[in-house]
């Protein structure tokens, strides 16, 4: 890994999420613009959930709760998020205290962008992973709530599936599902970008750009060149993998 791909952290993720979206809502208008953005976090969700079912057929596993739980792409270090479980048993409630993305947008004045981006990409991640899965997302930290709160259902967390969950975080996938933070801006860029375009025309075009622009002046051009490096990919097969 280049000095310049290990510098990336979910920072790079959330601002260029917020610079996007704000371009989005200056250049065609807040409604069109936010239901553009819209319609791209949601492709973007699917595309992780389906590469992260992926990962869970290949290494046999069910697509159940548990291994969506356990088949999580990210990571970032332990003080910059604060998690927990507020409930367990049949429906299980996770309660987010600390969070990189919302942290990132309020201190950059990002916020109204940024919470656009928390309104779908939980259900959507879900959706891609298992579209029979359920979820409820009842707050959270970019809207002004005290927490994010969210309600899986079904997850039966009891004993034996807590201790099923610790041995796949651990062992198998453990490490071995998360990607890199390059990949993940790279998935973000590409997938908004071209929705954005699909959707907005010359103004989305435009938004790119000057998203991209402010993204190269904070970063380094070679930070948004490692981005701009993924577009085309397809992104909701599993990488290295051929399309069917």
Same mark, same amino acid.
């Given at each position: 890994?280049?000095?310049?791909?290990?510098?990336?952290?979910?920072?790079?993720?959330?601002?260029?999420?917020?610079?996007l979206a704000r371009e989005a809502l200056t250049l065609a208008g807040e409604e069109e613009g936010e239901a553009a953005v819209r319609h791209a976090v949601r492709r973007y969700g699917r595309e992780r959930g389906q590469?992260?079912? %992926?990962?869970?057929?290949?290494?046999?596993?069910? /697509? @159940? &709760?548990?291994?969506?739980?356990?088949?999580?792409?990210?990571?970032?270090?332990?003080?910059?998020?604060?998690?927990?479980?507020?409930?367990?048993?049949a429906d299980a409630q996770m309660l987010t205290y600390e969070c990189p993305w919302?942290?990132?947008?309020?201190?950059?004045?990002?916020?109204?962008?940024?919470?656009?981006?928390?309104?779908?990409?939980?259900? %959507?991640?879900?959706?891609?992973?298992?579209?029979? /899965? @359920? &979820?409820?997302?009842?707050?959270?930290?970019?809207?002004g709530g005290p927490h994010c709160a969210f309600l899986f259902h079904g997850a039966n967390l009891n004993l034996a599936n807590v201790f099923l969950l610790l041995y796949r975080r651990s062992v198998r996938p453990g490490k071995?599902?998360?990607?890199?933070?390059?990949?993940?801006?790279?998935?973000l860029y590409s997938t908004v970008a071209d929705v954005l375009v699909e959707d907005l025309g010359a103004a989305g075009r435009r938004a790119v750009a000057s998203a991209m622009a402010e993204f190269a002046g904070w970063y380094g051009e070679a930070a948004a060149r490692a981005v701009k490096s993924y577009r085309g990919t397809d992104f909701s097969i599993l990488p290295g993998a051929a399309s069917a």
């Open positions: 890994m280049s000095e310049i791909d290990a510098a990336f952290s979910a920072g790079h993720h959330a601002l260029l999420f917020a610079w590469r992260m079912a %992926a990962r869970c057929r290949a290494n046999g596993h069910p /697509l @159940s &709760m548990i291994n969506f739980f356990a088949y999580g792409e990210w990571q970032v270090p332990r003080e910059q998020m604060s998690s927990k479980f507020g409930r367990k048993g919302h942290r990132t947008w309020q201190t950059n004045d990002l916020l109204p962008y940024g919470r656009i981006y928390c309104l779908d990409i939980d259900e %959507a991640v879900l959706a891609g992973f298992n579209p029979d /899965l @359920s &979820m409820a997302v009842n707050s959270t930290l970019s809207s071995g599902a998360v990607m890199p933070w390059p990949y993940h801006t790279g998935h």
